[in-house]
């Protein structure tokens, strides 16, 4: 069954595939197309609720878009199954380049962890480049009575069934962090997923849950109202919003590294001359003051690079994913 379901949908791609190639003589790979674009307004579908962290990055960009193609760029919000919904919608969406996925680490987990997928990250989107990322901060509620990494992991050890730590969704950066930390501590913090890192935070300042691996966007304001407890963040190096915090890494985990990470695909079959000009016009993004500035003040940092980095990025990103999923029995 699972061998007629996966030909099915490999014959399915390779029509779609097919038609759209065929297609894109007159359309997609038109080198005056190209130059003309966008002729018309351009979607980002956004996995997630408006003020979201990827939300977030997303109307930024989209603003800094416009500006640059002098076309409209617009978001549109298509929550649910932890960005799966939306990146289901792009990926059977027609391949002209008006309609574009905001992915983020939750791709990466959901195609290390869902072998029931209708798509394939990899086959069936074009990167075009990596925008931003965002480390997560390592809090505790005030009453957990750990200061450090170290005190965290101890206190998990000698009280097994004690600790919470609480999510965005499962499959969800801030929930895999929180295996990450697991794994490598050889510790078990039992986790509870919620709709979002706003109503998990909501649980944490009520003592509901003990721990969290947030966005340093939803938490860093409790922290500084000392309502919250920050420990470490759990970036490969220091927080730009917390630089005062160590890494996970230095403060008792070495090896320990994973942000949030924010970037732009389209459906596989866009003009190679249209995803150029996409990742041309976000590079230029990343550099102005306009979109570098409100994202730093949010806790993220923006990146630049080419598409086939950003395909590099995505493949090494399902690969280590893959490894937690399988250590923690997350596979489905």
Known sequence: MTLCRASSLACARAI?????????????????????????????????????????????????????????????????????????????????????????VSNGIIAA????????????????????????????????????????????????????????????????????????????????????????????????IHVMFSPASTVLGFVAEHRLVALASTGAQRAGAAPELPTIAEAGLPGYDTSNWYGLLAPAGVSPDIIKRLAEACNEAARSPDVTAPLALQGFDTMQGTPEAFADFIKTDIARWSRVAAAAGLRR
């Open 16 to 104: 779609r595939l097919a038609i759209m190639a065929t297609l894109g003589v007159v359309f997609s790979y038109n080198p005056t197309h190209a130059e003309d674009y966008p002729t018309r307004p351009v979607r980002i579908v956004v996995g997630y609720g408006p003020g979201a962290s990827g939300d977030i990055v997303a109307r930024i960009l989209a603003q800094a878009l416009s500006k640059h193609f002098k076309g409209q760029f617009t978001i549109e919000n298509r929550p649910g199954a932890g960005s799966g919904l939306a990146t289901t919608y792009v990926a059977h969406a027609p391949a002209d380049g008006y309609t574009l996925l905001q992915a983020s």
């Open 113 to 208: 962890t869902d072998t029931n997928l209708t798509y394939d990250l990899a086959k069936d989107f074009a990167p075009i480049t990596l925008i931003a990322t965002l480390p997560n901060i390592l809090v505790v509620n005030e009453s957990v009575p750990a200061r450090s990494v170290k005190e965290l992991i101890a206190l998990a050890r000698s009280r097994p069934d004690y600790l919470s730590f609480g999510s965005s969704g499962v499959g969800s950066g801030s929930h895999f962090s929180g295996e990450l930390f697991n794994v490598m501590a050889d510790i078990k913090i039992q986790h509870v997923p919620y709709a979002g890192t706003a109503q998990a935070a909501t649980d944490l300042l009520a003592g509901r």
